[in-house]
């Protein structure tokens, strides 16, 4: 059975579609497992139009997937996150590495700030869990993603554009613009 609504939201006002299954096929409410339909994909904002395509797209993608698989969100998260390090130096054998290097990053100017850097490893970790089969040592049981541990790689990541994209892009056109002024007053550019 399928139910519908609109999007309670006066910003969206979508149509809003779950699919809703009672697999014991008793009238309690208990029994009933929902899925959403539509819309597909985590309620995330746009993408900076700073960020380059091809990260965009996988960033976009992980965000499709995760209802259906947090497992394939986490991995494109991760690699996004390789990518964005890939683009700004931060190349090594493998993503740990890389990581590695940021986060010992001396340039104070170009180094992250601390509530990224608690969590930015938290990426290669759950995309580690999503692409091997790795297992708890107590339970020996398969070690996987949960919904909301791969809601909050697309957080971070979504922190890794404001670093690494949005905030350099807005401080260059400040900065241009400041020049603009100071050349209009006689004065030389800023430093």
């Known amino acids: 059975m399928t139910r519908s609504a609109l999007c309670p939201s006066e910003a969206c006002r979508k149509l809003v579609v779950y699919y809703c299954a009672n697999a014991e096929k008793k009238h309690d409410d208990e029994n009933w497992t929902v899925r959403l339909i539509e819309p597909l994909g985590a309620n995330r904002g746009p993408v900076p139009p700073v960020v380059p395509s091809i990260i965009a797209g996988d960033y976009v993608e992980a965000c499709n997937v995760l209802p259906i698989s947090p497992k394939a969100s986490a991995a494109l998260s991760r690699r996004c996150l390789q990518a964005m390090l ?3 130096g931060y ?8 990581v590695d290097l940021l986060l010992n990053e001396p340039d104070s100017s170009k180094a992250i700030p601390a509530s990224l850097r608690m969590m930015v490893d938290a990426i290669r970790n759950f995309g580690n869990f999503s692409a091997h089969p790795i297992t708890d040592v107590t339970t020996l049981q398969i070690i996987d993603v949960e919904p909301e ?7 971070v990541i979504e922190e890794c554009f404001q670093h690494f994209y949005v905030r350099p892009s807005e401080a260059a056109k400040r900065k241009a613009a400041l020049d603009a ?4 007053a006689g004065k030389p550019p800023s430093k």
Do not use: G, T, V
């Not at 190349?91 to 890389?98: F, P, Q, S």
């Not at 541990?149 to 957080?155: D, I, N, S, T, V």
């Not at 002024?181 to 209009?184: E, F, I």
């Open 91 to 98: 190349i090594a054998k493998d993503l740990a590495k890389e």
């Open 86 to 88: 890939r683009a700004h």
């Open 181 to 184: 002024k100071l050349a209009r």
């Open 149 to 155: 541990e791969a809601e909050w790689c697309l957080e």
